[in-house]
């Protein structure tokens, strides 16, 4: 599966931007997928996931109320709306991909993904 993220932007305290992540190689629908970030001088964080079914999804307490994550079988695309953004949100963007049996799995670990996308930055200034 090949992942390509787009939808970065600087934006202002408040802002909103809606990050995409479209996938080719193969289709979705056993695959849980996810958002990750990096901050500079930070780890990757886990930041939302959703399962292949997608009805079922995770946040971190961070963006929870702010971030919806979401997923268009037709188009084969991921999605991460992000609403009321704070300078704390900055980070470079990735989306990942891993197969799982079963279609209501959700993963949050980063180890457990296989396939990446190639990050998007996002800026939020105050």
């Known amino acids: 599966v090949q992942l390509q993220a787009s939808g970065g932007g600087s934006v202002q305290a408040g802002g909103s931007l809606r990050l995409s992540c479209a996938a080719s190689?193969?289709?979705?629908?056993?695959?849980?997928m996810a958002w990750f970030r990096q901050a500079p001088g930070k780890e990757r964080e886990f930041v939302a996931a959703?399962?292949?079914?997608?009805?079922?999804?995770r946040y971190v307490d961070s963006v929870k109320g702010r971030f919806t994550i979401s997923r268009d079988g037709a188009k084969n695309t991921l999605y991460l709306q992000m609403l009321s953004l704070k300078p704390e949100d900055t980070a470079v963007y990735y989306c990942?991909?891993?197969?799982?049996?079963?279609?209501?799995?959700?993963?949050?670990?980063?180890?457990?993904?296989?396939?990446w996308g190639q990050g998007t930055q996002v800026t939020v200034s105050s």
């Open positions: 990942a991909a891993g197969w799982t049996s079963s279609r209501r799995v959700i993963v949050i670990t980063s180890a457990q993904y296989k396939n």
């Open positions: 190689g193969a289709t979705l629908g056993h695959y849980v």
């Open positions: 959703i399962s292949g079914s997608g009805d079922i999804t």
